[in-house]
């Protein structure tokens, strides 16, 4: 499976999952940074950082903004990760809906997770989630 699709299918299980299971190792986590920024031409920078073990499934930093309701969310990319245990920066990039969003506080929502083949199917392992109020700044 290339990347792109992989991302797509993991931003849509991001956007339908529930909170991480309690199974999750405390260990592995996800952070959002405070301040993402948002271009004039509407593209959205988010980043933080992540840490996980144990995958043996490709493994992405996925990530989804909203402002106006906490119902209504944009997916902003996604970055392939590496778990290996050690700490690392993850950015996501994207462009949702012209319009959709603008400088000011936001809502971040931010999922480590793995695609597993279990039966020659990929299934979603989460590794960690992260909710978040950030300021999107003008870039």
């Known amino acids: 499976m290339s990347v792109r699709p992989a991302l797509a299918a993991a931003t849509l299980l991001l956007l339908a999952a ?12 996800v952070t959002v940074d405070p301040v993402g920024r948002i271009a004039e031409d509407g593209t959205v920078t988010l980043s933080g ?7 043996t499934g490709p493994v992405f930093v ?3 903004v909203g402002q106006r309701s906490p119902s209504v969310r944009y997916g902003i ?5 590496v778990c290996d ?3 690392h920066a993850w950015e996501n990039t994207g462009k949702p809906t012209p319009g959709a969003l603008e400088p000011g506080a936001a809502y971040v929502d931010a999922t480590l997770m793995e695609l597993r083949p279990e039966g020659g199917v990929p299934l979603p392992r989460f590794h960690a989630t992260e909710k ?3 300021t999107l700044a003008q870039s």
């Open 85 to 87: 245990g050690m700490e």
């Open 132 to 134: 978040q109020d950030i």
């Open 18 to 29: 529930p909170a991480a299971p309690a199974s999750a190792d405390p260990y592995e986590t």
């Open 77 to 81: 990319g996604g970055t392939r990760a």
């Open 62 to 64: 996925s990530s989804a």
């Open 49 to 55: 950082t992540y840490r996980c073990t144990g995958g």
